[in-house]
């Protein structure tokens, strides 16, 4: 039966008063269409032209104008999709105004630029990143505009690397790389973004060419950075003074890779990031200390909107703290939310509110799109918002009372638990591992962050223009010795970290529209968000993992077994390795999987001597080669470094059929920031293998 007039209306005016029933709660769905529609843009495979995204823009204003002049109810409605289109145009301009050159072939020669930033790769060696670089007869039309170098061997001690210091030195240099695997993390993605066009390292002496300049604002207060945090090592000798810079300065360049597990390991790893917790930490203490201040001056208390004033100078406070410690994404994320917070309690309004954290989210989508697929963007405002609607529950609550004293006890578990709870989903999607103490090893931390190490890094930012600030510095080290000692604790415990496979690509997002649709909705629609993320959860569970990976340039091939993936070899491409093995869930290390056995008909030839001494295929076999390999080998599926420079990184998953091949280039499609060769590539995604596994005895 087809819809009556009357159904027809009846429906209408339902959704009408739905509709008019989320009018509370409309600025709070603002961020959540911005990211869906910023999702829509990175999800594609291939890149919008000018004529469409001119024809997107057509139809963001034409939504928005019939929102203005549509009804009360309908309104949202209408205003929601322009959102999501606009969420699709600012992704995309986005991805246009950040472009830069990149290397486009490897490259061995000279290389010169000035030092910008100084950390360490995760295989615990420094690296410095280079801007106004120069390449041997390379044009600057095509010479990256930032480099990034890891120093190893001789290179390592050459010299004392000094913001804005002009250095040369003869570097391994290449294009960022792909995905690791077809869906993986998409470093070309991350690069472009952060405008580095080439990644390599050097093995010689780095010298110095040309003083730092004193010119560059930003290199200035680099500089200013670099010296506090010499200063805090130099008080606090050791990792303490390590992790005590990289707190109030940013530089964890001097953690050593130890220290460093062991905070992972027992979920302590956000307390070396400024983020939220850090930022808002600061302008609590700051905001406290300013109102107690005022309100000892009679004259000020009685005449003067004490609480706005000390608003302001939290606001001051946070301002400094993120220029010293250096303005990354996470900490600009962190300060525009205690902006919002701050502002809101100078003009007399309630700091932490939903609403507050949307505007938060807002701001932070227009100016950085791409933050949206980062794990900071994500666990920071799930955290934060979880926490607002918890504590907003309670307080509404009117049979719930806690006795005075046991208040701080209960709001640090509540804080611990609901943040741990919230986050921890999006921490295993992207790290593939759950640490089962973590809320014990932040329940012994975390308090102390805020009773001892920020109220002592801001005493020791106050005395030091009188010279004292190693009284501060002192206390805030015997804060970071116990925290030091709980996260060596808990990391030894026995099960302290779980490993889990990698989910589907479709699973966080399922997790947060579910997530927000319990939280934000109105109704008993509401609770169809707990489905979507139970679905989300069932998906999770199902996951499984490729039969065989092979990397983008041959070095490696990994067959799943039922022991876990066996590797082709148990040195080299240790990044790949491990990413794999991240990703299927699996904690072992490549030693111990290049032992493992597999039934596959596979082969991996590296090297030149490898191929020469290659006979052929007596059966169907893959054949996974570093170099080209020329000759037509009969029953050989042979995947070389020419095909695989074409497709990227290849995975096959075993069906009734045989082996399903799916590649990075088909799963990353033709973007910005890919660069892929012209022509169509040797495999693509969907086809078949005919290859059964080997008839052991």
Known sequence: MGMTPSR?????????????????TLLCWVPVCLALGIGTYFALRFEPSPPQLAALGSLALALAVVAARASEALSPVFMAVALVVLGVLLASWRAHDVAEPVLGWRYYGPVEGRVIAIDRSQSDA??????????????????PTRVRISLHGNAAGSIVPVPGLRVMTTAHLSPPSG??????????????????????????????????????????????????????????????????????TGDRSTISAETLTHLRISNLAHLLAISGLHMGLLTA??????????????????????????????????????????GNVATQRAFIMVAVALGALIIGRRALSLRAVAVAATVVLFLRPEALLGPGFQMSFAATTALVAVFNWLRERQDFEIPKPLRPV??????????????????????????????????LSVPLMGILVIPAAVAAFALAPLGAEALGLWVMGAGLRWILAVAAWVSALDGARGFVVAPQSAVLPLLAIGFFMLLLWQG?????????????????????????????????????????????KAKGAGFVARNWLE??????????????????????????????????????????????????????????????????????WQTSYGLRLQTARSASGDRLWTRWPQG??????????????????
Request: hydrophobic content about 50%.
């Open 8 to 24: 027809f209306a009846n429906a209408i005016g339902r959704m009408a008063q739905m509709s008019l029933a989320q009018r509370g």
């Open 126 to 143: 420094a690296r410095l990143t280079l801007d106004q670089v120069r390449l041997s007869r390379v044009s600057p039309a095509r010479t």
């Open 179 to 248: 995905p690791v695997e077809p869906g993986g993390f998409d470093f070309q993605r991350h690069a472009w973004f952060i405008r580095l066009g080439a990644v390599g390292y050097t093995r010689t002496p780095v010298l110095g060419v040309a003083a730092a300049s004193e010119t560059d604002v930003d290199l200035i207060v680099f500089r200013l950075r670099m010296a506090m945090s010499a200063r805090i090592r130099e008080v606090l000798p050791g990792d303490l003074g390590s992790v005590a810079a990289a707190i109030t």
């Open 285 to 326: 203490v700051v905001f406290g200390a300013l109102r107690i201040f005022l309100a000892a001056l009679p004259f000020v208390a009685l005449r003067f909107p004490t609480r706005s004033i000390a608003a302001i100078g939290a606001l001051g406070a946070a301002s400094l703290y993120l220029a010293l410690s250096g």
């Open 410 to 443: 209960f709001a640090v578990f509540v804080s611990s638990s609901v943040a741990g709870l919230a986050t921890a989903p999006i921490a295993a999607a992207h790290f593939n591992a759950v640490a089962h103490y973590g809320l014990i090893a932040n329940l």
């Open 524 to 568: 008993r629609l509401r609770y169809a968000g707990a489905i979507v993320m139970i679905l989300a959860g069932a998906m999770w569970f199902a996951a499984h993992r490729p039969t065989v990976l092979i990397a983008d340039t041959g070095g490696l091939a990994g067959v799943m077994t039922p022991q876990g993936r066996a590797l082709s």
């Open 583 to 652: 990703n299927d869930g699996d904690g072992t290390h490549q030693v111990a999987a290049a032992t493992r056995d597999h039934r596959l008909p596979l082969v991996h030839l590296s090297g030149k001597r490898a191929i020469a001494a290659f006979e052929g295929c007596d059966r169907p076999t893959i054949v996974v080669s570093t170099m080209t390999v020329s000759d037509p080998f009969p029953n050989c599926l042979i995947f070389d470094a020419d095909k695989l420079s074409q497709t990227g990184a290849i995975a096959l």
């Open 680 to 697: 169509d590539p040797p495999f693509v995604s969907g086809q078949y293998v005919r290859i059964s596994p080997t008839n052991l005895p």
